[in-house]
């Protein structure tokens, strides 16, 4: 008799814990007779740590595959858009507000048939690498929205992905889980685990009630790590000699007029022992500031984000109330043990700089739901390839995230100098570093089919940082091809530019019609 | 930006309304909005296409004069070629206002005639007069009223219509490739139509739920309307040909 899937416990209902409840029962029709069970118990007092409030463009197709209207979804979760990052201060700090770039959804121009990388080499002294490649950065600047009324649900004039209310998230989809997918809502604490003769969980013991038995335990409990890490103990892999930051000051602000525009992407400004995060809700701003504690009290840490918010709120910058959250950078050694698999904080947590705890999540999930074995026999086949796999992007989204630390020019403070640390720079980035000083960023640097970052996002992030490409010794038909269509192409860019920008709505204004009328679903 | 006034027999006793079909009166449009219960004679002469109003994203219906914008295919100097003209152009320059009045101590709202003073349709000297010597409405304007009564009970049942081709998946986007005699490609993007393959996989239930609406008629109007397209390529070679 073979131990058959029929039933997946997750334990945890934050935003991880619900969209990995959903995305499971949505592929597996939890809702029909024949479907998978899926049940979710929360404890009823514990409050979701809140963070995550800005996701990828990849959320798009995961609300989508749930089947969430994006109308419900926008009015339920103070939902803004979202285009990319900006980040300032970032190259050689100070005020100058040349010292920002961009690094927008929207892939570059002529992508991936034309790398536009390569001709604007000749033109980098007069247009920003984002600036000539995509059209999206004007739309940034001018806070305008990715859509108009007309677009329907989850379409785009430029790829977008969102701004929102991770408490009001985790309760919508709740809302939707429990009464469309079909997951039974269990509020209970886990008071312990029963284990089954071969070491398996068998069952989670909770406060009031039968135990709840499972053939899959997705562990969702946040940081604690009730299951993958206290009761299989399985390690923690520490990255804080690569990303020092491991402190966050967060702060939720008003906007000083109600109809204050909304910006449409997320600021990060560098500061002498981090950077600060500024994502733009319809109803409020959420602003924290992510540093290293080795290298900045928090007082100072506090003084600098004080110091960021007066511009913007004047007086209330000195009487706002901050919340400090600590971390330790890293994840689990291993993240599918046995029976169980963690998703969400619980697999690890890294500063927000390129806004991964969510995309982690959905990957996470959509790979459980696609793959999720029929049986205990083939169970430990698919734990090891979505261990491999995750490890795999842990690592990618690790260099990515120290890729902008390593670049910079700041020299400023210790905390800037101590990232240049060689001992500091893992391998694989060193090797990628070397090989983008002599070719550009292309197809060759995406490896795998389900890469997280395409090779666009390296170049926005080193064309932007001013990273210099020493050009090929020779001339290679495909660079030929790029410099042959560069006019065109950038021609291309620039109309497209001044013509979203002519017809695109506000952020603002977007988000009330979508409010008052509604998206269409075609 | 367009004034619109109150309609009243003193301050509008003189004014005249010219109804002559040509561009200098704003005829030069690419479409009119129309609304289910105007179909039947709509689709007598042109096709019906849907598309979305840009203020508000909701699907309309329109009663196509053309391929672009300010093009107008059934207007010429001998005025406007069908015997069916759309009510929304009909009415202008008058529109459907809303006007509060109280009643027992009741507020309620009446519908009122609203004119468009900018048009150039009004004018003092040409066209048909509003009232009569004495203050009564003229025969033209008691015509223009019921058209505005009409269009207004037409455009407020439109929405569940709307919702019903909607809720049905009955409506899919299409793009029209137009080749003109003289070789030229032309493309008339974001407009929608009935698909009529969902419709013809509806099960009895679900049409006789249309049907018992009221909305069997429209859609198959609005499909019928479709060989209207044909006619309007007609009149565009023939344009075309006139002008070279």
Same mark, same amino acid.
């Given at each position: 008799?073979?131990?058959?899937?029929?039933?997946?416990?997750?334990?945890?209902?934050?935003?991880?814990?619900?969209?990995?409840?959903?995305?499971?029962?949505?592929?597996?029709?939890?809702?029909?007779?024949?479907?998978?069970?899926?049940?979710?118990?929360?404890?009823?007092?514990?409050?979701?740590?809140?963070?995550?409030?800005?996701?990828?463009?990849?959320?798009?197709?995961?609300?989508?595959?749930?089947?969430?209207?994006?109308?419900?979804?926008?009015?339920?979760?103070?939902?803004?858009?979202? %285009?990319?990052?900006?980040?300032?201060?970032?190259?050689?700090?100070?005020?100058?507000?040349?010292?920002?770039?961009?690094?927008?959804?929207?892939?570059?121009?002529?992508?991936?048939?034309?790398?536009?990388?390569?001709?604007?080499?000749?033109?980098?002294? %007069?247009?920003?690498?984002?600036?000539?490649?995509?059209?999206?950065?004007?739309?940034?600047?001018?806070?305008?929205?990715?859509?108009?009324?007309?677009?329907?649900?989850?379409?785009?004039?430029?790829?977008?992905?969102?701004?929102?209310?991770?408490?009001?998230?985790?309760?919508?989809?709740?809302?939707?889980?429990?009464?469309?997918?079909?997951?039974?809502?269990?509020?209970?604490?886990?008071?312990?685990?029963?284990?089954?003769?071969?070491?398996?969980?068998?069952?989670?013991?909770?406060?009031?009630?039968?135990?709840?038995?499972?053939?899959?335990?997705?562990?969702?409990?946040?940081?604690?790590?009730?299951?993958?890490?206290?009761?299989?103990?399985?390690?923690?892999?520490?990255?804080?000699?690569?990303?020092?930051?491991?402190?966050?000051?967060?702060?939720?602000?008003?906007?000083?007029?109600?109809?204050?525009?909304?910006?449409?992407?997320?600021?990060?400004?560098?500061?002498?022992?981090?950077?600060?995060?500024?994502?733009?809700?319809?109803?409020?701003?959420?602003?924290?500031?992510?540093?290293?504690?080795?290298?900045?009290?928090?007082?100072?840490?506090?003084?600098?984000?004080?110091?960021?918010?007066?511009?913007?709120?004047?007086?209330?910058?000195?009487?706002?109330?901050?919340?400090?959250?600590?971390?330790?950078?890293?994840?689990?050694?291993?993240?599918?043990?046995?029976?169980?698999?963690?998703?969400?904080?619980?697999?690890?947590?890294?500063?927000?700089?390129?806004?991964?705890?969510?995309?982690?999540?959905?990957?996470?999930?959509?790979?459980?739901?696609? %793959?999720?074995?029929?049986?205990? %026999?083939?169970?430990?086949?698919?734990?090891?390839?979505?261990?491999?796999?995750?490890?795999?992007?842990?690592?990618?989204?690790?260099?990515?995230?120290?890729?902008?630390?390593?670049?910079?020019?700041?020299?400023?403070?210790?905390?800037?100098?101590?990232?240049?640390?060689?001992?500091?720079?893992?391998?694989?980035?060193?090797?990628?570093?070397?090989?983008?000083?002599?070719?550009?960023?292309?197809?060759?640097?995406?490896?795998?089919?389900?890469?997280?970052?395409?090779?666009?996002?390296?170049?926005?992030?080193?064309?932007?940082?001013?990273?210099?490409?020493?050009?090929?010794?020779?001339?290679?038909?495909?660079?030929?091809?790029?410099?042959?269509?560069?006019?065109?192409?950038?021609?291309?860019?620039?109309?497209?530019?001044?013509?979203?920008?002519?017809?695109?709505?506000?952020?603002?204004?977007?988000?009330?019609?979508?409010?008052?009328?509604?998206?269409?679903?075609? | 930006?367009?004034?619109?006034?109150?309609?009243?027999?003193?301050?509008?006793?003189?004014?005249?309304?010219?109804?002559?079909?040509?561009?200098?009166?704003?005829?030069?449009?690419?479409?009119?909005?129309?609304?289910?219960?105007?179909? =039947?004679?709509?689709?007598?002469?042109?096709?019906?296409?849907?598309?979305?109003?840009?203020?508000?994203?909701?699907?309309?219906?329109?009663?196509?004069?053309?391929?672009?914008?300010?093009?107008?295919?059934?207007?010429?100097?001998?005025?406007?070629?069908?015997?069916?003209?759309?009510?929304?152009?009909?009415?202008?320059?008058?529109?459907?206002?809303?006007?509060?009045?109280?009643?027992?101590?009741?507020?309620?709202?009446?519908?009122?005639?609203?004119?468009?003073?900018?048009?150039? =349709?009004?004018?003092?000297?040409?066209?048909?007069?509003?009232?009569?010597?004495?203050?009564?409405?003229?025969?033209?304007?008691?015509?223009?009223?019921?058209?505005?009564?009409?269009?207004?009970?037409?455009?407020? =049942?439109?929405?569940?219509?709307?919702?019903?081709?909607?809720?049905?998946?009955?409506?899919?986007?299409?793009?029209?490739?137009?080749?003109?005699?003289?070789?030229?490609?032309?493309?008339?993007?974001?407009?929608?139509?009935?698909?009529?393959?969902?419709?013809?996989?509806?099960?009895?239930?679900?049409?006789?739920?249309?049907?018992?609406?009221?909305?069997?008629?429209?859609?198959?109007?609005?499909?019928?309307?479709?060989?209207?397209?044909?006619?309007?390529?007609? =009149?565009?070679?023939?344009?075309?040909?006139?002008?070279?």
């Amino acid at each position: 008799m073979i131990d058959q899937v029929k039933r997946v416990v997750i334990v945890g209902g934050g935003s991880a814990g619900w969209l990995t409840a959903g995305i499971i029962a949505a592929e597996h029709a939890a809702a029909s007779d024949q479907g998978l069970e899926v049940i979710l118990v929360e404890a009823p007092d514990i409050k979701p740590i809140g963070v995550g409030e800005g996701t990828w463009p990849s959320m798009r197709a995961t609300l989508e595959r749930m089947g969430i209207s994006e109308t419900e979804f926008i009015g339920q979760c103070d939902v803004s858009f979202k %285009q990319g990052s900006r980040f300032n201060g970032w190259i050689r700090g100070g005020d100058a507000p040349a010292d920002h770039y961009y690094h927008p959804f929207t892939l570059p121009t002529g992508y991936p048939e034309v790398n536009l990388a390569v001709p604007w080499q000749q033109v980098r002294d %007069q247009v920003s690498y984002a600036e000539a490649v995509c059209p999206q950065v004007a739309v940034c600047n001018g806070n305008l929205a990715p859509k108009t009324i007309s677009t329907p649900e989850y379409a785009f004039a430029l790829n977008y992905g969102y701004h929102l209310n991770a408490g009001k998230f985790a309760d919508f989809l709740r809302r939707h889980c429990t009464q469309t997918l079909g997951v039974t809502h269990i509020k209970a604490h886990v008071s312990g685990v029963r284990s089954a003769d071969n070491g398996d969980i068998s069952a989670l013991l909770i406060d009031q009630g039968e135990p709840i038995v499972g053939d899959l335990f997705v562990d969702c409990t946040g940081l604690a790590a009730r299951l993958l890490g206290e009761h299989y103990g399985i390690g923690y892999v520490s990255k804080r000699g690569v990303l020092f930051n491991d402190t966050a000051l967060a702060v939720q602000v008003d906007y000083p007029q109600p109809d204050a525009p909304i910006v449409s992407h997320t600021l990060s400004t560098a500061q002498r022992a981090g950077w600060v995060w500024d994502i733009g809700l319809p109803t409020r701003r959420g602003v924290g500031y992510v540093y290293s504690s080795a290298h900045s009290t928090d007082e100072s840490a506090e003084a600098a984000v004080r110091a960021y918010l007066a511009p913007t709120i004047g007086k209330d910058a000195e009487r706002v109330e901050l919340r400090k959250l600590s971390f330790n950078p890293g994840h689990r050694r291993e993240f599918w043990h046995r029976n169980c698999v963690a998703v969400g904080l619980s697999a690890g947590f890294l500063e927000p700089l390129e806004a991964t705890a969510l995309v982690l999540v959905e990957l996470s999930a959509t790979m459980i739901a696609e %793959q999720l074995p029929s049986n205990r %026999q083939v169970m430990d086949v698919v734990a090891g390839r979505f261990n491999r796999r995750f490890l795999y992007h842990w690592e990618r989204i690790i260099d990515f995230l120290k890729l902008h630390y390593v670049l910079s020019e700041r020299r400023d403070s210790d905390y800037w100098r101590d990232n240049l640390d060689a001992s500091s720079v893992p391998d694989t980035l060193a090797e990628q570093l070397l090989l983008w000083r002599h070719d550009y960023p292309w197809r060759q640097d995406t490896v795998h089919a389900e890469e997280m970052f395409p090779s666009a996002s390296f170049a926005y992030v080193l064309y932007g940082m001013g990273f210099s490409t020493a050009p090929f010794p020779h001339r290679r038909r495909r660079d030929q091809k790029a410099c042959a269509r560069a006019g065109e192409l950038f021609r291309q860019t620039r109309a497209d530019a001044q013509k979203l920008s002519g017809c695109l709505p506000s952020n603002r204004a977007l988000l009330k019609k979508i409010n008052a009328y509604g998206l269409q679903t075609i | 930006m367009t004034s619109h006034q109150l309609l009243n027999n003193i301050d509008h006793k003189e004014l005249r309304v010219i109804t002559k079909r040509a561009a200098e009166y704003g005829d030069q449009v690419m479409f009119s909005p129309t609304f289910p219960d105007e179909f =039947r004679s709509v689709q007598a002469h042109y096709p019906i296409f849907f598309y979305k109003d840009n203020a508000t994203g909701q699907f309309q219906a329109a009663a196509m004069f053309g391929f672009s914008t300010g093009e107008n295919l059934f207007l010429s100097d001998r005025g406007w070629d069908a015997t069916y003209i759309p009510l929304g152009i009909v009415r202008q320059p008058f529109l459907i206002g809303f006007q509060e009045f109280q009643e027992d101590g009741v507020s309620k709202t009446q519908r009122v005639i609203h004119l468009d003073m900018d048009s150039p =349709r009004i004018s003092k000297t040409e066209g048909e007069s509003l009232f009569l010597e004495y203050g009564g409405n003229s025969p033209y304007l008691e015509q223009v009223a019921s058209a505005l009564e009409l269009m207004h009970q037409g455009f407020e =049942r439109a929405p569940t219509f709307i919702a019903a081709l909607l809720e049905h998946e009955l409506l899919e986007s299409f793009s029209l490739d137009i080749e003109l005699n003289d070789g030229s490609n032309h493309q008339l993007q974001g407009f929608y139509t009935i698909n009529e393959d969902t419709l013809a996989k509806l099960g009895g239930d679900q049409l006789a739920a249309l049907n018992e609406a009221g909305w069997l008629q429209p859609i198959y109007m609005a499909i019928a309307s479709q060989s209207h397209i044909r006619d309007l390529i007609e =009149r565009k070679n023939l344009q075309m040909a006139r002008e070279t």
